[in-house]
């Protein structure tokens, strides 16, 4: 069973930037997919992006394209980065990151049971 922790999240003003790490460990595990989810107050958890390992292909929600991206730090893709940039007041939530040892085609991305492991959540709050 895999582990993922997240981190790097906090309180930031509307346009200012911020990146969230998550980190996978497991005994034998590798990621081919993981991706980022949120959930704001009162409001159900939503697809923001995701990554694909074996050819780097990335996804985004349509909120957070062209303002987030997702990344890897290796060929595993055990350990993924969210920078985000130009941040709204609408993009304060609870991040989850979440990983699957499937290649997901693209569709699937935002489907939370294609996910086999999640973390913990790490808040980003930004204030207006």
């Known amino acids: 069973q895999v582990q993922l922790v997240e981190s790097g999240g906090g309180l930031v003003q509307a346009g200012d930037s911020l990146r969230l790490s998550c980190a996978a460990s497991?005994?034998?595990?590798?990621?081919?997919?993981m991706c980022w989810f949120r959930q704001a107050p009162g409001k159900e958890r939503e697809f923001v992006a995701g990554i694909r390992g074996s050819d780097r292909n990335t996804f985004y929600a349509g909120s957070v394209k062209g303002r987030f991206t997702i990344s890897g730090d290796n060929a595993n893709i055990n350990l993924i980065y969210l920078q985000m940039n130009s941040l709204r007041f609408e993009d304060t939530a609870i991040y989850y990151c979440?990983?699957?040892?499937?290649?997901?085609?693209?569709?699937?991305?935002?489907?939370?049971?294609?996910?086999?492991?999640w973390g913990q959540g790490t808040q980003v709050t930004v204030s207006s």
């Open positions: 497991g005994r034998a595990w590798r990621s081919s997919s």
């Open positions: 979440a990983a699957t040892s499937r290649t997901l085609i693209a569709s699937s991305f935002s489907r939370m049971a294609e996910y086999d492991s």
